[in-house]
């Protein structure tokens, strides 16, 4: 995990992508609705030493979290592949007017 990038902005923060905080991955959840202490909801991945939620301001999230590029590249890549290889397989039922349509992975 060498290519981690400092977040630079939190308005950029997604519920998809993983983040590493003091050497823990974590999911950014949601923030809360106070417009000058905006507050920052993180969450452990499953499998990771510390299991409890994180809550950080926005100065302490652009100075400790930081993006793991990696992670969500081959999740969007996998997903994609995985999509890609989907087929349609028409079936039909006893009625010859009627077909359906499966989509098998």
């Known amino acids: ?3 981690l990038q ?9 519920q998809s992508k ?4 003091d050497g823990t991955l974590y999911r950014y959840m949601h923030h809360t ?3 000058q202490h905006r507050q920052y909801l993180f969450r452990p991945l499953p499998r990771q030493r ?3 939620d994180i809550q950080l301001n926005t100065s302490k999230v652009l100075l400790m979290v930081y993006e ?6 081959k999740a969007s890549r996998d997903h994609d592949h ?6 349609l397989v028409l079936r039909r039922e006893r009625s010859p007017h ?4 499966y989509l098998r992975r």
Do not use: F, G, H
Request: a positive charge.
């Open 98 to 101: 009627i077909a359906v349509v």
């Open 68 to 73: 793991v590029p990696r992670l969500y590249q």
């Open 6 to 14: 400092l977040v630079n902005c939190v308005t950029l923060l997604t």
């Open 82 to 87: 995985r999509s890609n290889t989907a087929k």
């Open 33 to 35: 609705d106070s417009i």
């Open 1 to 3: 995990m060498n290519d």
């Open 18 to 21: 993983t983040y590493s905080i």
């Open 50 to 52: 510390k299991t409890a």
